[in-house]
C-alpha cells in the first residue's frame, strides 16, 4: 500500500529555534498534502493544503509565517516551524493523496519545545 | 462549516461485550472515513465508507453509512482487549469542485477492560 514516511519521528529543541518536518510519499506521487496538528487528548486539526509546485493553502487562525510548507516536489513537502516556543508543542502530522485517492498518513512528529 | 460530532468520546467496556460508536456531520458528504489511533502514534485506516448504505466489516469492527441520516455507526463485536485505542471518524465534504479535506470528529477513546 501507500506509504508516507514522516522525518523526524521526535524532536525537542529550545524555544526560539526553527524546526523542519519532512514528509515523503515513497510509493506514489503527492498531488496534494495535508499537515495536521493535535494536541494531547485532542482530535487532529487541519492546518494547511498544499498542491504540488503551489502556495499552501493555510486553515483560519494557522499563521503562514510561523508555520512555512513547501511542496516543491511530487513526493516531498515540508513544515518549517519557525522561532518555536512552547505553545507550537504538538503532535504534527502530515498526509499525502494523489488525485481522487484516499489520504495516506505518515507517522507523526512529536514536537516539544523546551 | 462541516460539523462533525462523535459520541460517545470515551467509553470502558468490558471484553465480550458489543458496542456501537456513532458519528454524525452536518453537511452532505462525499465519503466517511474511520481510523485508529494507538498512543503516541499516527493513523491507522480501517474503513471508507462512500454510498448510502454501505457497510464495511474486519473482523470485530463494523462500520456503516446512512448519508439520508448523515450518521455513521461502527459497531464493535465482543470487543477484545486489542481494541483499546482511540477511533475517530472524519468526513469528507460534498464539493462540486472535488475537495479532499478531512474534517475530523473529536474521538472516541475505547478502553477494553478484561
Known sequence: GAVVSQHPSWVICKSGTSVKIECRSLDFQATTMFWYRQFPKQSLMLMATSNEGSKATYEQGVEKDKFLINHASLTLSTLTVTSAHPEDSSFYICSGKQGSQPQHFGDGTRLSIL | ?114
Open chain 2, 1 to 114: 462549516e462541516l460539523k462533525v460530532e462523535q459520541n460517545p468520546l470515551f467509553l470502558s467496556m468490558q471484553e465480550g461485550k458489543n458496542y456501537t460508536i456513532y458519528c454524525n456531520y452536518s453537511t452532505t458528504s462525499d465519503r466517511l472515513y474511520w481510523y485508529r489511533q494507538d498512543p503516541g502514534k499516527s493513523l491507522e485506516s480501517l474503513f471508507v465508507l462512500l454510498s448510502n448504505g454501505a457497510v464495511k466489516q474486519e473482523g470485530r469492527l463494523m462500520a456503516s453509512l446512512d448519508t439520508k441520516a448523515r450518521l455513521s455507526t461502527l459497531h464493535i463485536t465482543a470487543a477484545v482487549h486489542d481494541l483499546s485505542a482511540t477511533y475517530f471518524c472524519a468526513v469528507v465534504p460534498f464539493s462540486g469542485a472535488g475537495s479532499y479535506q478531512l474534517t475530523f470528529g473529536k474521538g472516541t477513546k475505547l478502553s477494553v477492560i478484561p
